[in-house]
């Protein structure tokens, strides 16, 4: 049966009407376990007005700041060069400092006045925490009072205190431990800069992240997560943090320490599903570890379609990732998953893009496709309410956006990937079998000016894997 436009935005409609439904399931779920990056994010705008100054500044030229060889931070004026290059494309990327003089440098000049929990494991874990989940045990490589004050004022959410015991976070100081601030830099699509007498306009709303944190740098691991996590009933463990590792500094070693961790958390009697979320990784010799290592042993993985082209250069397939840099269409996304499953055999990849996600999941994953399907409609759910409220705090923010439409963009994304993959069922079920695995696929709400984007990949991939289960 093929539908009007109309009846397909109203089919879909009624199957975001469960979003709620989802949520109130997650209470059964038993234990959350998120590792390892949690740290502290100092929240900046910068406005084109002000960009342009710094550029004057430091004398950047055009020519200068449009050269993307050199992605590290020695001193402030790469920041600059960092912000120019995001803010000209409209693209998030995350820079990291190896010197604590740029530390120091960014705390008295970019300053600390809005802080909030920072990272995959620390965002995700208070999100989740509101969705009505038992237990959520975070990992911390350090927890001094800033760290936190960043979690919220929640019985549910737990971590480590010196001596090893389970805590609520917020009641946690592990005083001897240094906080780890990343500086998030954002900055409004439509405004405009200028430089060496050319105006540049921001084409997107995005981010530039600079980071200086030696815990992230060295993978330092809490024995004492790693002990809970193996002696106690888990139902699901997120993973993420290898983002900032660097190759010259031992970078694919420690990111080869977590494999028997990983592999020991498989052997234990009730096997908890293992998420790997990607991030922005700068670093190839990493990346590449992280794709032919990590997600080969990991149940499941998420990604958005910036980190997806990173992934297909690392793994040879440059001429792909050409064409999806150059056309990030849905179609040319769906080649991308095709080729990560094949390669790295990942039992579930979840790719979210602007107004769409994608699930590639093997036929006999312990999650079937509704239920799948039921997790991503909830995310995109939470993700438009983040994008609208700026942030989930509360267990009622997840679900202010309910009974908003469904965006034409992402019906029109579908629908391209509907014609791509030969199979119109995707259109009105979500789901549908392809020679190798189940698709999933939902359309999303989107928020035209969105307050916040940071966190909101993990927010989709967290909310989409647990709203399953
Ligand atoms: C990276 C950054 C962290 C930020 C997060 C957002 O992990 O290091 O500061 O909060 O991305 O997704």
Known sequence: MSLSPDNIKKNWRLKYDKASETLA???????????????????????????????KE???SLTELQKADNKKISTPKDIYRGIFRCFSLGIAEEWIAEDKAVYDWM???LGTKKLQMGAQAGIIANTLSLSGIQKVVTHTA?????????????ENLLSFDENGNLKPAYRINRPQDEASIHWIIEFDKDDKAEVDGTEIICPKSNRFIATYD?????????????????????????????????????GVALVEKTIPIIKKWKQNSEHPLIHLEIASTQDKEVRKAIVKKIMPICDSCGLNERETIDMLEVLGYEALAEKCNRETTPSNLWQALKILKKETACPRIQLHMFGLYMTAADKDFCLSPQDNLKGMILAATAA??????????????????????????????LSELAQA?????????????????????????????????????DTISAFSLLGAL
């Open 421 to 457: 993959v030969g199979n119109q069922q995707l259109l009105t079920d979500g789901f549908c079998k392809t020679e190798d695995f189940n698709l999933i696929a939902v359309p999303t709400i989107i928020i035209d000016k969105p307050k916040t984007l940071v966190g909101m990949g």
């Open 107 to 109: 705390k008295q000049h």
């Open 25 to 55: 399931q997650m209470s059964k779920i038993k234990t959350l376990a998120a590792a390892f990056n949690v740290n502290v994010d100092s929240i900046i705008k910068i406005s084109g007005k002000d960009l342009t100054e710094k550029i």
């Open 214 to 250: 030696p815990m992230l740098f060295n993978l330092v691991i809490d024995d004492n997560f790693v002990k809970y996590t193996n002696e106690n009933p888990v139902n699901c463990i997120i993973l993420s943090g290898y983002q900032a590792l660097d190759s010259a500094n031992n």
């Open 142 to 154: 350090s927890l001094p009072e800033l760290q936190a004050e960043q979690f919220f004022k929640r």
């Open 58 to 60: 430091y004398g950047l």
């Open 384 to 413: 438009a309410s983040k994008a609208s409220i700026g942030k989930l705090s509360e267990p009622s923010d997840i679900l202010v956006s309910v009974g908003q439409d469904i965006n034409q963009i992402g019906i029109n994304a």
